[in-house]
Structures are given as C-alpha cells and as structure tokens.
C-alpha cells in the first residue's frame, strides 16, 4: 500500500473552472465602469480562495447575480396615445378622470422621449446658409434657417433646438454675440461656430464662451457630418423622465391595479406587482449584506432580474399598510428609489453596487393617502379612484364581469341572459361598497344557482335550456336582499331631521332622531359618533338653548330634561364636521312640537 503525504494549504481554483466563464461574462457584457470592476474585484478574490470554502460559493452566487442583472436592457416604448386610450377603454367604464390624467402622463412621455435632433443654421449669405441646411435635412435632422443673429435669437426663444450652426461674422449681430445670448437664454443647446476667418484668437474666445466646435470656411462637409454625428449621438441617451410617481388612491375593488397592467400593455413594457401588505423588514426591499449568513438580495433588485429589464412598470400595491418596529421603516427606502435625483444610484445592500432605477416606471397604489408620511406623500402625485356609481356597476357588470363569471361555471352554451334590471337589484340589494369586488362575488354566486338549475332541468339533454334572468328571479338565487336604502319621502316627524352622508361607496342619507325625558339636562349620544360629530350634537344645542326665547322654549326646560340624541345604523362609525345644522334643525324641532319635512 502507498502513502502519500497531501501538501498542506489551500487548493486554488482549476485554471478552467466557472471563474474563466464569469470573467468572459463581465469582459463582454459592456457593464458600467463601476459594476465591471466589482466584478473583477470579486472574481480576483475567488481566484485565490479555495473552492471548498462555503465563502466560495458565496462569492459565485453574487457573480452570478450582478453579471445576471440588465443593466444595459430596456424595453422599448409604443408611444401610441390612441392605442393606449383604446386599451384603457377596452378593459375599464367609467374612471373618466383617471383615464385622462393617465393619458396626460403617457403624452408627456411620449413627448420627451422623441429624439429628433433639431439644428438652427445662422449665416448671412443664403447660398452658405442654404447649402448647409440641405447637407444637414439629407442627414435626417430637423433644420431651420435664419440670416442674422437676430432672427436667429427671436428663433431660439421659439424652439429648443440642439444644434446652432453659426456664421462668426454677421451684420447687426456677430456670431459671438449670437453665442452668449443663445446659451443664455438655453444652456443645453450646444454651438458649432464657422468662419472664413479663422484665427487662433477667435478660435480661443469662442471655445472659452462655450461652443462646442470651430470650423473654418470653406467647411468640410465631412468633418460637419462626422461633428454633427456624434453630438446628436450623445443627445440621444435616454433622458431621466423627471415627473412625480403616479399614486392611485381610493377604495378597494375600483380597478387601481388593473389601470397600472393597462399602462403596461399600452408602453409594450414589463409589469410586476409587489404587495407591501405587511412589510416590516427594510432589508426585504433593500437586501442584506453578505456577511451575514443566507444573504439575498432585495425583493426590488430580485424583480427586475427575473424580467430582465430596467425599465419595466412596476406596481408598489398597497403602499399604506406598510408597517415598522425596531427593525427599521421600510416606507424610507422609497425616498431614495422613488426620487428621480437619486434613483439612478440606487444601491442594493447585498449588490453593494449602484444600480440605475430611473428608467424604471413606478406607481404606487393606496387606500388612504394619510397613512403615508409627508416626505414620501411628496414624491407621489395623487390620482383619485372615485367609487363606481350604481349605473357604471350595471355596465361594468353587463361588459366584462358577467361574461367572464358564465365562462367560468360553464354556462356557454347558450348565456343566459341577465337584464339590466337584474343586475342593478343585485347592486342595490346586495352590495354595499366603492368597487365591484362584491357584486363579482354576488354574481358568481347566482351563476353558481344557475348551473345547478341547468343541470336539473336538462339531465343529460342534448337539448340547450335557455334561461332569461330578470328582477324577479333574483331573490330567488341570491335570498332576500341585505340592504335596504332609507327613502326620504314620509310623513314628517318631530325631533326626526334627514341629512346627507358620504362613504366610499357613494352619498346617502341618514336620519337625525331626538328624544327628550324627564330629568336633570343630561346629553347622551349614540350611534358610534366620533369625537368630532359629538362636538357638533353639544354646539347644536348650546344654539337651540340660546335661542330658546327666539323659539318660543322655556328656557327652564334644558335643566328639567334628559336628551337623547341617536343616529340609526350604530354598527357603522361616523365622524365630520358638517352634520352641525342636521342637528340644530332635530333638537330645534324636538323642543319647538314643529315636525320636520323628510324631504
């Protein structure tokens, strides 16, 4: 038997392992200067570690997932305004408002993202002037001519234009001049000065003033083209959209989610949806940094690995129920990721790296915009979902919930037929909310009802069973209805007084009742008022009691009696500041015997 002592030490990584691959990788992915060399940092480091270590495969997990990341892969846009409207109609009634804000947005876009480089030609002779602009339109830019300086100002006050092509000497306005107010009045247009008297001294000043290029007369067309080229290439780099992130605001089950998929689809872009239902740990948005054990990046980082895109739409849902302990607030991380300052560095604790979010579409979506804090709510324009009206659910009902409801229980062959009357009696009676969340679960029900009903009175028939599902029918699917709206018609009632009420699921009214009794001036309120609301019951009757005499009331009577003051649907909270008259009108009426008209 032979025995062979091993030489003691680390064992380095084979010349061919993954590393060679991975060094391939970060060669020729044309990554940033920064992210390149961490990879080479990173794979510098491996190379002299020994693969049997646990930090060796630690290090090729990071490799794998900076070298994985798009850094350089966008999407591009279908900037089509008409196209994007049709889609939002398509998929949504209704949302008037938010449809128009939304397409105002994408506009916008559209709008900046046009890359057509515009080039004013200056030159007192028109054979010159002319000659240029038919050398610079055959290249594909956007030219305009003027004769002097002065023109050529009035047209930089007009149009923003990339590119000024200027005569040095010129009547009433020199080419110098020309160049200090041009980039006074516009710092980013960049100026090529010509002249047929070039002179180092010139060539000196006008560099020293700010353009970008000296060309002498008579001009290379070539060198133009090639100049032109390159500063029309250096303008084209995507430009960071600075505008606030969209934040839909509104109840529940009124399309928030759907209207941010719709925007995806009309962009042709990637779309991805985080809940932040829940969130309490900032490095779930963040990551954690690799010394510690089981590291992963950043659910936000993970993401735009996965689509493979830096540009894609995506959906922060639920932004308000974001919670926060001693871990940290995890709604701070957006301050950074949601400003366009500062998004175009955005640094991943576990990447460690900066990595560019500003070409990244983010919207936010909420229920209640005052969960949210100050600097955050700052960063967020606020587009407001409305609740859908009865009439707008019967529609929405009838177009796109009820189909998909029949499809889905078999009822294809033929539809039954629901009415319109059918489905405003499952919206009022059986609904009560901003959205369409539960009428889809009502309705899903009563198809439920009907398949059953399908197979009972066709038993295995060929045979189709028609079936027309009309007002009357439906207490029999759905049982008797749960809701029922106060009508404010009746016969008039002392110490009764109808007001008006608003929630998310639209404006009603509500009933005022009061009751007076034997006992000491005692005010008892109920109904789950809040503080607000309770404070507004003691002002009204502060006011009755001041004017009791104005009244025709003893005054006497405020001291010998208890009142009880109740406004019905006490399961239900209630708070505001404008029921105040409501209330002066019920105790009014109380003390005075005078019923009050219902209407």
């Known amino acids: 038997m032979f025995f062979q002592k091993r030489t003691e030490g680390k064992q380095a990584a084979p010349p061919t392992s993954d590393l060679d691959e991975l060094r391939a990788r970060a060669t020729a992915l044309g990554l940033p200067p920064h992210a390149k060399e961490a990879a080479l940092r990173e794979l510098d480091r491996l190379a002299k570690t020994d693969p049997g270590v646990a930090e060796y495969s630690v290090g090729l997990g990071y490799l794998d997932f900076l070298l994985g990341l798009p850094w350089n892969a966008l999407t591009q846009d279908r900037l089509d305004l008409k196209a994007a409207g049709d889609v939002l109609t398509g998929r949504h009634y209704g949302l008037g408002q938010v449809k128009e804000r939304v397409l105002e947005y994408l506009a916008a876009r559209a709008l900046r993202a046009q890359t057509d480089f515009h080039v004013l030609v200056v030159d007192d002779e028109d054979i010159a002037r002319a000659n240029l602009e038919h050398v610079l339109k055959k290249e594909g830019y956007r030219v305009r001519g003027a004769a002097n300086g002065l023109e050529a100002l009035e047209e930089v006050r007009r149009w923003e234009f990339d590119l000024i092509v200027t005569d040095l000497k010129m009547d009433r306005m020199d080419g110098m001049q020309l160049l200090e107010e041009a980039r006074r009045i516009s710092p980013a247009t960049q100026v090529i000065m010509v002249t047929g008297f070039a002179t180092v001294d010139t060539a000196v000043q006008a560099m020293r003033q700010g353009a970008v290029y000296y060309l002498a007369k008579p001009v290379n067309l070539d060198e133009l083209r090639a ?13 960071v959209f600075r505008s606030p992130v969209l934040c839909f605001s509104g109840p529940p089950g009124t399309g928030k989610t759907s209207v941010g998929q719709a925007i995806a689809d009309a962009l042709g872009r990637k779309f991805h949806r985080m809940s932040l239902a829940g969130l309490r740990d900032e490095a779930e948005l963040r990551g954690h940094r690799r010394t510690y054990v089981g590291a992963l990046p950043g659910r936000v980082l993970s993401a735009v690995n996965r689509l493979g895109v830096r540009n894609p739409v995506f959906m922060l849902d639920e932004m308000d129920k974001i919670g926060k302990d001693f871990r940290g607030d995890p709604a701070a991380v957006f301050l950074e990721m949601l400003d366009p300052e500062q998004n175009s560095q955005f640094v991943d604790n576990y990447l ?7 070409q990244t579409l983010f919207i936010a979506t909420v229920n209640d915009v005052r969960e949210l804090s100050g600097p955050l709510l700052d960063r967020l324009e606020v587009v407001p979902f409305q609740g859908y009206t009865s009439p707008e659910k019967v529609q929405i009902a009838l177009r796109h919930i009820l189909p998909r409801q029949l499809r889905e229980h078999g009822l294809t062959h033929p539809f039954p037929a629901f009415t319109p009357e059918a489905v405003a009696a499952v919206v009022e009676g059986y609904t009560r909310e901003a959205g369409v969340r539960n009428l889809d ?20 028939g060929p045979a189709p069973c028609p079936m027309t599902v009309d007002a009357a029918m439906v207490p029999a699917l759905l049982g008797p209805r749960r809701h029922v709206r106060e009508a404010a018609e009746g016969q008039p009632r002392v110490g009764v007084a109808t007001g008006l009420v608003y929630a998310d699921h639209g404006g009603e009214i509500i009933f005022v009742e009061a009751i007076r009794m034997k006992g000491a001036g005692a005010i008892t309120l109920t109904g789950s008022l809040g503080d607000v609301l309770r404070e507004s019951a003691q002002a009204a009757h502060s006011l009755v009691r001041s004017r009791a005499a104005e009244l025709g009331v003893d005054p006497g009577v405020f001291l010998q009696e208890d009142l009880h003051v109740h406004i019905p649907a006490g399961a239900i909270p209630k708070e505001g500041s404008s029921a105040g008259l409501t209330l002066a009108v019920a105790l009014a009426s109380l003390f005075t015997g005078r019923p009050l008209r219902r209407d």
Do not use: H, I, M, N
């Open 352 to 358: 460690e790296v900066p990595f560019d979010l500003s």
């Open 441 to 460: 679960r009502e309705l899903g029900r009563a198809c439920r009802k009907l398949a059953k009903l399908r197979l009972e009175e066709c038993p295995g």
């Open 227 to 239: 100049t032109v080229a390159q500063l029309a290439r250096d303008k084209s780099a995507p430009a």
